[in-house]
């Protein structure tokens, strides 16, 4: 290893061996290999590197192929990798802390609920006991968050939760809203009456809101 000089030795000191390793307490550029290696080390999806960098992931492709990084993004680089703990990341809750959690307020709500309530299917239910929340995709991770916060914060929530729930299944022809929960379908209503549509020769209908209305400017 390449011996430190004195103006990188106090950030040297704060890094795991594997950041200082791979020279994120160097007084030489950073590039976008280094963002490659930050991420892997760090073990960070995509949606977490880009929420770190304040960067969408589009823009992060391109910084990952940078002959050098511009130097906000490098500070953020090198003291991320001494201070990991600060790291924005996924606190998805557990599969079985979840469910405690909703079960404490709603008696009724079953394991086999969880998969359309976090906008899967039935059978989803069963995958994220056995593989667990934690490796679904980012939104489902986020939306599993968001829920365990929200009933955290305020047990009533809940039945707003619920609530969003039967009102999205009825936008997505789900009859009645309620069937969701044990049958699931998310998709399944909104296929059926196209492939209806599609036999009569009536077109595709055009997405309206009852509630939608005129966005009004405040004057200054």
Do not use: C
Not at 110 to 132: M, Q, V, W
Request: charged fraction near 20%; hydrophobic fraction near 40%.
């Amino acid at each position: 290893m390449q011996k430190r000089n004195e103006q990188s030795s106090q950030l040297f000191q704060k890094m795991s061996p594997e950041m200082a390793e791979i020279g994120m307490a160097d007084p030489a550029l950073l590039t976008g290999t280094n963002i490659s290696q930050f991420a892997e080390a760090q073990n960070l999806h995509l949606i977490e590197l880009g929420m770190a960098f304040g960067v969408n992931t589009a823009a992060l492709y391109t910084k990952k192929g940078a002959a050098n990084l511009n130097s906000s993004l490098s500070l953020l680089v090198r003291l991320f990798s001494a201070f990991p703990e600060h790291l924005p990341r996924f606190k998805t809750p557990t599969y079985d802390s979840l469910i405690s959690k909703i079960t404490s307020i709603d008696s009724t709500f079953k394991p086999t609920h969880l998969g359309p309530l976090l906008g899967l299917e039935i059978n989803s239910s069963f995958r994220l006991k056995t593989a667990g929340l934690e490796v679904s995709s980012p939104t489902v991770r986020s939306l599993a968050q968001l829920i365990d916060i929200l009933i955290t914060v305020d047990p009533q929530n809940w039945f707003v939760i619920k609530n969003a729930v039967e009102i999205e299944a009825k936008a997505r022809q789900v009859a009645p809203a309620e069937k969701i929960w044990q049958q699931g379908g998310w998709k399944k209503a909104i296929k059926k009456a196209a492939a209806a549509r599609s036999e009569k020769g009536v077109p595709e209908p055009k997405p309206v809101s009852s509630t939608v209305q005129k966005l009004h400017r405040r004057k200054k």
